[in-house]
């Protein structure tokens, strides 16, 4: 009989999710390889050579979210994680220099009044309530519809359970939000323009959306969900740099048991004369032997591309193909030759989190543009300089800037070659309104479109969510109904991305709850 | 299919409407597709003597044709059918359904493989769609073909005599499902041993120029043969002794169903040997999987009805008077003088032990009458002679 002592296990892909779901794989008993095509560890969260001497985050850039289970579990402390900073503040800033202090439940600047303080934390409770019942569904797979399985039928009923047992208040709040749209729920809640703009770009970053958009109530609270060291929605710089967070969860996987290989991309999927997994057929020509294999990207390169809509059901390549995943993020990174002044931030607050979202109408506006295939001179931003906690990063007295720049569509109407030198001299242009002086300071620039996220990563449309985080790619829609548990219908193929549920972010939920759901199904 | 100018006139003549309105001495029409074709030309029941005792022409112009070409066309069909479609060589025809992804029939017709990388699918409902969205990935090329092609069934024990008569060599030769290519006034037309009257017949297909004359033709040589048109009611009557099925009407669309439990699977339609699980993909094989792993919900029977009211619509109903099916075709059946039904059985109807009882409504001179009347099933055809498989055919 095969046990799974005996099963040999091939993921794709090393990122968070897959050296997660490697590593419970490998502690249950089975034998797992890991293909990374890169040549090094930890896919989106990894770190980039920028310039002579200076290091920055290549895509994610502040540790968030990350499940605390998964934390304990693989020992990441042990492995080496730690924090050059946690619970960072967020410090918004706006065109008159009047910044805004968010330092978790509190505000604070550009003339808060005592009032809107009570809002805010107001809002924060009720918006943690509603997330709470995310956070609850994230920690296993979601339960299929019109499934006769006890574990369907019991998941179901957890699902009503949560929503029943948020009370009253929690649970017509979710009925009232959940469809609706950022822009609608922060007006119930607040006048003043400039925390509604900073809250709202929460919803919206790595995100296809506006304010005014439906959905970004849901990605709003799936931004809530994650905590560190218990203090949820809150945000760390590891030290040593972001790949310090993959190389951690690298010694977790190899001492657990798990065999990584670095620079070997994957060709194909190979299937047998029945479409079950045979093993992997790698760029090289290589073949490998595997019994299950596991793909940690994202779902439509995984099924389009490494398996190939002839081995698959047209409906099932219909909606593969119909997954909306179309990248709108880019990275803005700066070597920089001393630190810059931004406009109305203390010199202390400058290791924070700093966004540039003043009003959700400069948000609307940005969105606009995406919409039709171009772009604003006025882009939303998350900024940070991690050499201030970490001088690891550049060498001494100077610095690396590291923002995400919002609504940069994966289509643009001139395309990425012409409009890539004009966004990036629009975005030093907005750095210098913000930070005057700061072009002097820059030793090296470079800016990294979703087009440049697609070839560097291997992600389809540059999404970093692997798919767009709404509600009709949701739960048991995750990544398209049929397949939200893991599985797929080749035989022995599962998914363990973050295409599939809960999504992205670096919680690593997805990889763990993939590797439960092998493990249930393949023992 | 919409033109320019499509508002003028929304429902065509087919190219042979020309000799077919001047037949159709009823003047009864009904719109098939966007085309305009004759329900009835003289009386329903002699049209239908014609194509069992000597030969039927009807008009199926209509019928949706698609044209699917390029160099993975076989690997596409193969994907699209539910059928092992490697079976059907160059120059034979199949009898096909497709699914969903839930495994609930689409549509059902047949596939022409003309020549390498070339098929065409004839059926009822327009698939370009289904086709263009299973396309993805294959190298063809999906077209209809619909308006460019005329379609002539020939059905009935002369029709080969007749083709003959018109100077097609060798074609008694055909087998059934053969295909065969002939000149005619210097174009191709197409002939193959097909059609959906359960006897020896023939479908020919033509373009469009010399619809005419062909039809002229075939009514010339044939007159000594006994031909005549037939419209879409007699049709309906041969094609349920020949047991073949009509979708919108024997089972639901898929794509039209409303509710779930409305369509139906092949299995449900007692078309088992259309599916060839050892495939490992085309659409809707998880789950037929998965159904044959759980059961059908629905049974297809033919029915032998008591008595000689058509159980037309009829509810069935078992022994202790619960509902287990109902009628979706049905006739007294002349060949067979037998009252004639198809229908789906469900829950609680047990084979080999439950009664099927129809309950059957009937009209006396405006006034309803009830018959409760009890119903054996029949595996084989009605109607089923042997010149139907007879090669060569046989000449009358």
Not at chain 1, 300 to 323: A, D, Q, W
Not at chain 2, 63 to 73: E, H, L, N, S, Y
Not at chain 2, 86 to 113: A, M, P
Request: glycine residues 10%.
């Amino acid at each position: 009989m095969m046990t799974r002592k005996n099963k040999n296990i091939a993921i794709i892909g090393g990122g968070h999710n897959g050296l997660i779901c490697g590593s419970y794989l490998a502690k249950a008993g089975f034998k797992v390889d890991l293909y990374e095509a890169r040549s090094d560890i930890g896919g989106m969260a990894s770190t980039r050579e920028l310039a002579d001497g200076y290091k920055v985050p290549g895509a994610a850039h502040l540790l968030h979210q990350i499940d605390s289970g998964i934390q304990k579990s693989l020992k990441l402390k042990q492995h080496g994680l730690s924090y050059a900073a946690s619970g960072l503040k967020t410090v918004s800033i706006n065109p008159k220099g009047n910044a805004l202090i968010f330092d978790d439940d509190n505000i604070s600047g550009d003339d808060i009044t005592l009032r809107e303080q009570d809002q805010y934390k107001e809002f924060k409770v009720n918006m943690k309530g509603l997330s709470g019942f995310f956070k609850k569904t994230y920690q296993s797979r979601p339960p299929r519809l019109g499934s006769e399985d006890r574990k369907d039928l019991t998941g179901l009923m957890s699902l009503g359970w949560n929503l029943r047992t948020m009370g009253k208040d929690s649970m017509r709040n979710m009925l009232k939000f959940i469809a609706v749209n950022i822009h609608d729920v922060l007006n119930e809640y607040f006048e003043h323009e400039h925390i509604k703009g900073s809250i709202a770009l929460d919803a919206l970053l790595g995100n296809r959306l506006g304010p005014r958009t439906n959905n970004s109530v849901i990605t709003y609270l799936h931004q809530l969900t994650g905590d560190l060291n218990g203090v949820q929605g809150s945000y760390a710089i590891p030290k040593g740099g972001m790949n310090s967070y993959t190389q951690a969860l690298q010694k977790a996987a190899e001492s657990a048991g798990v065999t990584v290989h670095l620079n070997s991309p994957i060709k194909q999927i190979d299937l047998d004369d029945e479409n079950k997994v045979k093993g992997l057929i790698l760029e090289n020509g290589e073949t490998v032997q595997a019994d299950i294999v596991v793909s940690g990207i994202d779902p439509r390169s995984t099924f389009m591309c490494l398996v190939g809509p002839k081995y698959l059901e047209p409906g099932v390549v219909h909606k593969i193909s119909n997954i909306r995943m179309r990248g709108n993020t880019s990275k803005l990174h700066l070597a920089l030759s001393g630190l810059p002044v931004f406009k109305g931030v203390e010199p202390d607050d400058l290791g924070h989190r700093i966004i540039n979202a003043p009003t959700m109408k400069y948000l609307e506006l940005a969105h606009d543009f995406t919409k039709y295939g171009q772009y604003s001179d006025e882009l939303p931003m998350e900024i940070i300089i991690p050499s201030i906690h970490d001088d690891t990063l550049a060498p001494k007295g100077r610095h690396v800037l590291s923002a995400i720049v919002n609504n940069t569509a994966y289509h643009l109407k001139d395309g990425w070659d012409d409009s890539k030198p004009k966004i990036l001299e629009n975005c030093l242009n907005q750095l210098e309104n913000m930070a005057p002086g700061i072009k002097k300071l820059i030793v090296h620039a470079e800016l990294l479109s979703p087009v440049d996220f697609e070839n560097e990563y291997g992600i389809t449309g540059g999404h970093w969510h692997h798919g767009e985080l709404t509600f009709d790619q949701f739960l048991m829609l995750r990544p398209i109904s049929g397949m939200a548990q893991y599985t797929s219908p080749i035989e022995s193929l599962y998914l363990c991305g973050a295409g599939s549920h809960p999504g992205g972010g670096l919680m690593g939920l997805a990889g763990r709850n993939a590797a439960n759901e092998i493990i249930s199904r393949e023992s | 299919m919409l033109q320019q100018d499509h508002y003028k006139q929304s429902v065509y003549k087919t190219p042979f409407h020309e000799r077919t309105s001047a037949l159709n001495i009823l003047n009864e029409w009904a719109r098939w597709k966007d085309y305009t074709v004759a329900t009835n030309y003289f009386a329903t029941d002699l049209e239908y003597f014609a194509v069992r005792n000597t030969t039927g022409v009807i008009d199926y112009t209509p019928m949706v044709k698609q044209k699917i070409t390029g160099p993975d066309a076989a690997e596409f069909v193969n994907r699209f059918f539910t059928r092992d479609m490697n079976k059907i060589s160059i120059g034979r025809v199949g009898y096909v359904v497709w699914c969903d992804e839930q495994g609930q029939v689409l549509d059902d017709g047949t596939v022409f493989h003309i020549r390498e990388n070339e098929y065409w699918l004839l059926c009822v409902e327009r698939q370009l769609d289904n086709l263009g969205i299973a396309a993805i990935g294959f190298d063809v090329k999906i077209e209809e073909i619909t308006d460019e092609v005329a379609c002539l069934g020939v059905q009935g024990p002369t029709s080969c005599s007749i083709l003959k008569a018109m100077g097609f060599e060798g074609i008694e030769h055909l087998k059934p499902f053969d295909i065969k290519h002939y000149d005619f006034q210097g174009q191709e037309i197409m002939i193959s041993r097909t059609g959906f009257s359960g006897d020896l017949g023939y479908e020919v297909c033509m373009v469009n120029e010399v619809a005419l004359n062909f039809w002229d033709d075939l009514f010339d040589k044939g007159e000594i043969y006994g031909i005549h048109p037939f419209g879409l009611d007699a049709l309906d009557l041969v094609r349920i002794e020949a047991g073949l099925l009509v979708p919108g009407q024997d089972f639901m669309v898929a794509e039209d169903a409303i509710r779930p439990g409305s369509t139906r699977s092949p299995f449900e339609l007692g078309l088992s040997w259309l599916v060839d699980l050892s495939k490992p993909v085309f659409n809707g094989r998880q789950a037929l999987l998965e159904e044959k792993k759980r059961g059908s919900r629905y049974t297809f029977v033919k029915l032998n009805v008591n008595g000689n009211k058509p159980a037309e619509g009829s509810y069935l109903y078992n022994q202790s008077g619960k509902k287990i099916g109902n009628v979706t075709s049905a006739m007294f059946s002349p060949s067979a003088k037998a009252n004639i039904a198809f229908a789906s059985l469900h829950d609680p109807w047990k084979k080999g032990k439950d009664k099927i009882v129809a309950e059957i409504y009937y009209q006396k001179d405006l006034e309803w009458n009830k018959v409760m009347e009890e119903a054996t099933i029949v595996t084989k055809p009605f109607f089923d002679p042997d010149r139907k498989r007879t090669t060569p055919a046989e000449l009358y």
